[in-house]
Protein backbone atom coordinates (compact mmCIF):
# COMPACT_ATOMS: atom_id res chain seq x y z
CA UNK A 1 0.00 0.00 0.00
CA UNK A 2 1.22 3.69 -0.97
CA UNK A 3 1.42 6.33 1.30
CA UNK A 4 2.13 10.06 1.15
CA UNK A 5 4.56 11.84 3.39
CA UNK A 6 4.77 15.18 4.98
CA UNK A 7 8.38 16.39 5.61
CA UNK A 8 8.90 19.29 7.92
CA UNK A 9 12.20 20.94 8.00
CA UNK A 10 13.71 24.68 7.17
CA UNK A 11 16.27 23.28 5.83
CA UNK A 12 16.59 22.67 2.01
CA UNK A 13 19.33 20.76 1.60
CA UNK A 14 17.80 18.40 4.28
CA UNK A 15 14.75 18.36 2.69
CA UNK A 16 15.64 17.41 -0.27
CA UNK A 17 18.35 14.84 1.44
CA UNK A 18 14.92 13.04 2.91
CA UNK A 19 13.46 12.91 -0.74
CA UNK A 20 16.02 11.74 -2.43
CA UNK A 21 16.25 9.04 0.16
CA UNK A 22 12.88 7.99 -0.10
CA UNK A 23 13.02 7.82 -3.71
CA UNK A 24 16.18 5.36 -3.50
CA UNK A 25 14.78 3.41 -0.83
CA UNK A 26 11.32 1.58 -2.05
CA UNK A 27 9.34 1.63 1.35
CA UNK A 28 6.10 2.86 -0.41
CA UNK A 29 6.21 6.50 -0.16
CA UNK A 30 4.85 7.71 -3.41
CA UNK A 31 3.87 11.67 -2.45
CA UNK A 32 5.92 13.69 -0.89
CA UNK A 33 5.50 16.82 0.76
CA UNK A 34 7.64 19.18 1.96
CA UNK A 35 7.27 22.60 4.21
CA UNK A 36 9.93 24.39 6.52
CA UNK A 37 7.82 24.92 9.41
CA UNK A 38 4.82 23.41 11.74
CA UNK A 39 3.06 26.72 11.13
CA UNK A 40 3.03 25.96 7.21
CA UNK A 41 2.48 22.32 8.54
CA UNK A 42 -0.38 22.79 9.80
CA UNK A 43 -1.70 24.61 7.19
CA UNK A 44 -0.67 22.16 4.51
CA UNK A 45 -2.67 19.61 6.83
CA UNK A 46 -5.75 21.64 6.85
CA UNK A 47 -6.70 20.69 3.49
CA UNK A 48 -4.23 17.76 2.39
CA UNK A 49 -4.16 13.93 4.13
CA UNK A 50 -0.76 12.51 4.46
CA UNK A 51 0.21 8.77 5.75
CA UNK A 52 3.10 10.20 7.59
CA UNK A 53 5.13 12.91 9.26
CA UNK A 54 8.80 13.70 9.13
CA UNK A 55 9.72 16.98 11.31
CA UNK A 56 12.86 18.20 12.46
CA UNK A 57 12.57 19.50 16.14
CA UNK A 58 14.31 23.17 15.45
CA UNK A 59 12.86 24.95 13.33
CA UNK A 60 11.53 29.19 12.81
CA UNK A 61 8.05 30.20 13.22
CA UNK A 62 6.75 27.34 14.94
CA UNK A 63 8.83 24.31 15.93
CA UNK A 64 8.91 20.59 15.81
CA UNK A 65 7.63 20.03 19.86
CA UNK A 66 4.99 22.97 19.17
CA UNK A 67 4.13 21.14 16.04
CA UNK A 68 4.14 17.66 18.16
CA UNK A 69 1.60 19.54 20.92
CA UNK A 70 -0.92 20.86 18.11
CA UNK A 71 -1.11 17.46 16.33
CA UNK A 72 -1.43 15.10 19.21
CA UNK A 73 -4.23 17.59 20.88
CA UNK A 74 -5.93 17.52 17.48
CA UNK A 75 -8.52 14.78 16.42
CA UNK A 76 -7.97 15.45 13.13
CA UNK A 77 -4.42 14.99 13.56
CA UNK A 78 -3.39 12.86 16.08
CA UNK A 79 -3.33 9.43 14.27
CA UNK A 80 -0.59 10.75 11.78
CA UNK A 81 2.11 8.96 12.68
CA UNK A 82 4.59 11.31 13.55
CA UNK A 83 8.96 10.58 13.07
CA UNK A 84 11.24 13.17 14.24
CA UNK A 85 14.75 13.56 12.65
CA UNK A 86 17.09 15.67 14.61
CA UNK A 87 20.19 16.15 15.61
CA UNK A 88 19.02 16.69 19.26
CA UNK A 89 21.06 13.71 21.02
CA UNK A 90 19.19 14.10 24.61
CA UNK A 91 17.61 10.83 25.78
CA UNK A 92 15.17 12.99 28.01
CA UNK A 93 14.25 15.25 25.07
CA UNK A 94 13.51 12.10 23.04
CA UNK A 95 11.68 10.15 26.31
CA UNK A 96 9.29 13.22 26.30
CA UNK A 97 8.59 13.73 22.48
CA UNK A 98 7.70 9.79 23.06
CA UNK A 99 5.62 10.46 26.06
CA UNK A 100 3.82 13.60 23.18
CA UNK A 101 2.76 10.73 21.33
CA UNK A 102 6.01 10.73 18.42
CA UNK A 103 5.79 7.29 17.08
CA UNK A 104 9.33 7.31 16.27
CA UNK A 105 12.88 8.88 16.02
CA UNK A 106 16.22 9.23 13.60
CA UNK A 107 19.00 11.14 14.43
CA UNK A 108 20.95 13.06 12.36
CA UNK A 109 23.39 11.70 10.23
CA UNK A 110 21.51 8.69 9.35
CA UNK A 111 21.99 6.02 6.87
CA UNK A 112 19.95 4.71 4.02
CA UNK A 113 19.66 1.26 6.25
CA UNK A 114 18.88 3.49 9.27
CA UNK A 115 16.05 5.67 7.20
CA UNK A 116 14.24 2.29 5.83
CA UNK A 117 14.24 0.46 9.02
CA UNK A 118 12.39 3.16 11.12
CA UNK A 119 10.17 3.79 7.97
CA UNK A 120 9.05 0.34 7.19
CA UNK A 121 8.15 -0.24 10.94
CA UNK A 122 6.04 2.69 11.20
CA UNK A 123 4.13 1.88 8.05
CA UNK A 124 3.91 -1.78 8.91
CA UNK A 125 2.00 -0.78 12.32
CA UNK A 126 0.22 2.32 10.73
CA UNK A 127 -1.16 -0.79 8.08
CA UNK A 128 -2.09 -2.86 11.36
CA UNK A 129 -4.33 -0.32 12.67
CA UNK A 130 -5.83 0.44 9.40
Do not use: W
Not at 21 to 39: K, P, R, Y
Not at 77 to 100: G, M, R
Amino acid sequence: MAHSVLIIDDSILMRTALKRTIENSDVGLDQIFEVENGQQALDFLSSNTVGLILTDLNMPVMDGIELIHRLKASNEYCDIPVIVITTESSTSQIENLKAEGIDDFLNKPFTSEEFKTVITRNLNALAKTN
